[in-house]
């Protein structure tokens, strides 16, 4: 045989090789994962036992997402898709359900209030995703509880732990103006919330002004930001004040996939933000 002939067949099987091992594989999950923050429970009380999907990318805002073909893959090899309750409108749902070929598939909506950076909310939603694993797999149920249990309790230890280093940081009574995601946490951390806004993109001037004149009336020595939502960093320089910008779920920053994690680094940007504020 001809030896060009030969290299060229020979390129052309080197070809299909490289190609065939950079071929995304086809994605399996047992349960899909509405967020970082759900994939991060899972995780935790399974242990192993099931393997997650994650939906919303942990830097992103989970009110924009376009469904991605290993979004579902994933839900047609589940056994259930859980969500947050204010997931369960978004467009992205709907369409993931209809494109979906799982007749079998549940769709569990975590119907629980306020933030889950918060300790109490992290430890009831904990609580409700264990008892959702353990019916979707009655088999290793008492072994999700146990698991649910041990982790509600150093939920507790750790929220404690959070309390004692906020009071060390003195954060009863600062006013803040912040991002309306990040409210609820900062609320139950002891912060003085003047007022929140939206996504930077759904600002108009006239609302921005607003807040402008709530802050500067009121004092407002520090603005937070939400991540995932977007930053405002000229409304802090507006009103004389200190930014920072925190995460919402685990994953957001760097070397934060759990809530642990993440609340400590949120705990560590709020500390430095202090020391700023004369």
């Known amino acids: 045989m001809n030896k060009k002939i030969v290299l060229g067949i020979a390129a052309a099987v080197l070809v299909m090789v490289i190609v065939a091992g950079c071929a995304p594989p086809e994605s399996s999950a047992d349960i899909v994962a509405g967020s970082a923050f759900i994939t991060n429970i899972v995780n935790d009380i399974t242990n192993g036992r099931m393997e997650p999907h994650t939906l919303i990318r942990p830097g992103d805002c989970p009110g924009h997402h376009d469904i991605k073909p290993g979004d579902v893959r994933a839900v047609n090899n589940s056994r259930a898709l859980i969500i947050h309750n204010y997931q369960q409108n978004f467009d992205y749902i709907h369409q993931l359900k209809e494109a979906a070929d799982n007749p079998g598939l549940d769709i569990v909506v975590i119907d629980i209030m306020g933030n889950w950076m918060a300790p109490p909310v992290q430890a009831e ?31 507790s230890e750790k929220g404690e732990e959070v309390r004692a280093r906020l009071q060390d940081m003195g954060v009863d009574g600062i006013k803040v103006v912040c991002g309306e995601m990040q409210a609820g946490f900062l609320r139950w951390a002891g912060f003085d919330i003047v007022a929140t806004y939206g996504r930077p993109e759904d600002l108009s001037s006239a609302t921005l002004e607003e807040l402008i004149a709530q802050a500067t009336a009121a004092g407002v020595p520090l603005v937070i930001d939400n991540l995932q939502s977007g930053e405002i960093p000229t409304l802090a320089e507006d009103i004389g004040a200190v930014h920072v910008t925190l995460s919402n779920f685990p994953g957001g920053f760097r070397n934060t996939e759990t809530w642990e994690k993440a609340l400590d680094k949120n705990l560590d940007l709020l500390e430095e933000a202090l020391q700023q504020i004369s």
């Open 125 to 155: 939603a904990v609580s409700k995703i264990a008892q959702t694993l353990a019916e979707v797999d009655p088999d290793n149920g008492a072994f999700y509880q146990q698991r649910a249990a041990d982790r509600m309790e150093a939920i």
